[in-house]
């Protein structure tokens, strides 16, 4: 990231008839940029990004997006994201912080976290971001004595199967508490304006407990009407991807509750918005690591295992609790002329619950070869930490020249924020295997 005359201003190679993968290894055999040549980096491509965009809105007509920035809190992204119309979803004082310091307009803001620092509570104030949400009595207090004139959105919970409880137990009040709290807020003389749920990743059947969802919310809003607290807002939290295989079961699934519950012509002034977070930032950054060492044991099922400059304490945290299917490709010298074996990957951190994968079948490697992982932009880096000084610090932001089109063509925001640089990633290719 540059700086000129204050302004912020990222450069974006852009590149012309080749693919992806090719531009990852270009990358890897072109140390610019990193500070050893042999480091972890990620590659995100701008254009994907901007695809991604343009499915989301078509998918979802009606709804507005706020990038969960908690994904993949990465500049270029979120600047990219402001230039092509979206809001932003925070969730600490440290994300309103840098949205604000990118140019997002507070209104483009909201602080999701139902239960908040007051710290944070002032600095939403400060920057005028003024969208909050909460789901309890005691928040309510709080935010009645530090921020009276926000406006509040109700969080309410989520049917969730047993076995797989993620938010219900934390965040989200039933549908009978929502009732006295909308009364509580009512009492209190402060302003909700809407309600807000979140399906999330992790449940069963997505479709089955958004019916359920937009049900009780259609619910709340009718008794609020009934009680004199005009509702304005329904935030749809967020949980879908684009590598979903029941994608379009679920948008469809939205979009008819939607019809059915809150048409446009009982409700024309409704907003609709919703909070996408992996959906943008899953697809978008592919990781490179680099094999640093390299065992064999001789007669063992896996006979080799590889050290990897990445690991669960680092880029691959998140596939402990995302239901991940790890993709990639492999560059290496000698890949042609060795057969498969079963290896195992760890990562660099002196722990052995640091490993990667347990089995899997890969032809034999050299240490310097190169594993790309596709589809690692959602909770990456997010949760990476710097565990044993580890962890990847390089960035290379890429764009083919036809998407650059696409994205000149969508972009709102007139001053944008981006230098394309002209970039020929070409030369004789080294042996790749794709998985
Ligand atoms: C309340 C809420 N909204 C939005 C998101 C973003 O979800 P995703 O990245 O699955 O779209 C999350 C993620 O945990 C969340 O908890």
Request: a neutral charge; aromatic letters at 12%; glycine letters at 6%.
């Amino acid at each position: 990231m540059m700086s000129m005359d204050s302004k912020i201003v990222y450069s974006i190679q852009a590149y012309n008839g080749t693919d992806h993968d090719n531009v990852c290894r270009y990358i890897a055999k072109h140390d610019d940029g990193r500070q050893n040549p042999d480091d972890s980096f990620y590659v995100f491509d701008l254009g994907e990004l901007t695809k991604l965009y343009t499915l989301y809105n078509s998918l979802l007509p009606r709804v507005k997006t706020f990038y969960a920035v908690k994904s993949a809190a990465y500049d270029p992204l979120l600047s990219a994201l402001m230039e092509l119309g979206s809001g932003f979803y925070c969730a600490s004082q440290e994300e309103l912080n840098q949205v604000k310091r990118l140019g997002v307009r507070p209104e483009k803001i909201m602080l999701s976290n139902p239960c908040k620092q007051i710290s944070h509570l002032r600095t939403a104030k400060e920057h005028g971001v003024s969208l909050l949400v909460f789901d309890n009595e005691y928040e309510l207090r709080k935010l009645k004595e530090y921020y009276p004139t926000s406006r509040l959105l109700l969080r309410i919970s989520v049917e969730e199967s047993e076995k797989k409880k993620m938010y219900s137990t934390k965040y989200g009040a039933a549908i009978s508490d929502a009732r006295e709290l909308i009364l509580m807020a009512k009492g209190l003389d402060l302003n909700v304006v809407g309600v807000y749920f979140h399906v999330g990743l992790c449940t069963i059947d997505e479709s089955v407990h958004y019916q359920q969802a937009f049900a009780d919310a259609k619910e709340l809003f009718d008794f609020s009407e009934k009680n004199g607290v005009s509702l304005k807002l329904l935030n749809i939290g967020g949980g879908l991807r684009s590598t979903n295989s029941n994608l379009r079961q679920t948008v469809s699934s939205i979009n008819l509750a939607l019809e059915k519950l809150f048409p446009t012509s009982k409700y024309p002034d409704l907003d609709i918005i919703s909070e996408p977070g992996g959906f943008f930032s899953k697809t978008s950054f592919t990781l490179a690591t680099n094999v640093i060492g390299k065992r064999e044991f001789k007669g063992s099922d896996t006979q080799y295992h590889y050290y990897l400059n990445e690991g669960i304490y680092g880029a691959f945290l998140s596939t402990f609790t995302l239901p991940k299917e790890l993709k990639y490709f492999i560059m290496s010298k000698s890949i042609e002329k060795r057969s498969a074996t079963n290896s195992k990957l760890w990562g660099p951190v002196m722990n052995c619950a640091d490993k990667v994968i347990d089995k899997i079948i890969l032809p034999e490697l050299d240490i310097g070869d190169w594993i790309f992982w596709r589809n690692m932009g959602e909770y990456s880096f997010a949760c990476s930490t710097r565990f044993c000084g580890f962890g990847t610090k390089s960035f290379y932001n890429v764009i083919s020249n036809n998407d650059l089109f696409l994205f000149q063509q969508l972009q709102k925001e007139k001053s944008s924020c981006f230098i394309f640089e002209k970039w020929t990633p070409y030369e004789e290719s080294e042996k790749v295997l794709k998985f």
